[in-house]
């Protein structure tokens, strides 16, 4: 039994659109503040800030998780760290190289950042999505909780503001940035829907995930194609401010793949609750 049909009822009945109400203002308020403090761009700080918010909401939003699953004290605490030093590691490692140049273009004959995007992808999706472990997890934790942790997104729209001071082509930053901030701002709609465990909720939770997963598509292909390296199909008017260097490249080289692990991991939830779920109307 899920938490989602133990209290069906702790769900507001106010409709899921209003929480736009506090999202758009916020990410407005953000956009206007980097793009109104260009020191705070050169300094590297809103690309900071969404490396850290990112880290930090799926810290604690595992660690919530486990408290509503059915295990002890003791496993919960296993689970969390067994978690988290493979994620912290993983961080650290792309920090690192991020910080030594590793990822730039022609540092390497070999294309090592597609590659920081897709191994983790590749490498911990059929170990997450098959262990029993984190499976009881998910069958634990409300469905709404992975889609809301993604509200990071909206500070995506960085992407879009570097575009209008010059610094991104916009062939990259508008498809990047748009994306990025509607799969944000969305995010909060799409957890009150699913939240309901109504079959109309869940639809509303796939949607929005393969919305988000296909705004990485978009994307990474237009950052491959407008970079300079063996990708480059497209030379763009405007130089790019560095997306392959510290910190805007631990934005692919992280923030990316986990992205898309949280992506496949509330699709994973959603499915299995479909079909566990006894429907409500």
Do not use: C
Not at 110 to 121: T, Y
Not at 196 to 215: E, Q
């Amino acid at each position: 039994m899920t938490t989602d049909t133990v209290r069906p009822g702790v769900v507001a009945a106010r409709p899921a659109w209003l929480s736009l109400l506090w999202t758009i203002p916020s990410t407005l308020l953000w956009g206007g503040l980097i793009y109104r403090m260009p020191v705070l761009v050169e300094s590297g700080f809103p690309a900071m800030a969404a490396r850290l918010l990112s880290y930090g909401l799926i810290a604690l939003g595992l660690w919530f998780g486990l408290q509503a699953a059915d295990l002890t004290p003791g496993q919960r605490r296993a689970t969390w760290l067994a978690v988290m030093l493979s994620f912290t590691l993983w961080a650290a490692l792309a920090w690192t190289a991020a910080i030594d140049g590793v990822f730039r273009n022609g540092y390497s004959a070999l294309p090592l950042l597609p590659a920081a995007i897709f191994l983790p992808v590749i490498v911990g999706a059929p170990l997450l999505l098959l262990s029993t472990r984190v499976g009881q997890l998910l069958d634990a934790m409300p469905a709404s909780w992975l889609i809301a942790l993604q509200i990071y997104r909206i500070l995506g729209v960085q992407w879009l503001v570097f575009w209008m001071r010059g610094l991104l082509p916009a062939v990259f930053a508008l498809p990047a940035g748009t994306g990025d901030v509607l799969t944000g701002l969305f995010a909060v709609p799409a957890a009150i829907a699913v939240a309901t465990s109504t079959a109309k909720g869940r639809r509303a939770g796939m949607l929005w995930n393969i919305f988000g997963i296909a705004d990485f598509v978009v994307a990474i292909t237009m950052g491959m194609i407008t970079a300079p390296g063996p990708f480059q199909l497209i030379v763009p008017d405007v130089s790019s401010i560095g997306v392959d260097a510290f910190p805007n490249v631990l934005t692919p080289a992280f923030v990316v793949p986990s992205s898309i692990l949280l992506h496949l991991l509330s699709m994973r939830q959603l499915l299995r609750r479909g079909r566990t779920e006894t429907p409500r109307l």
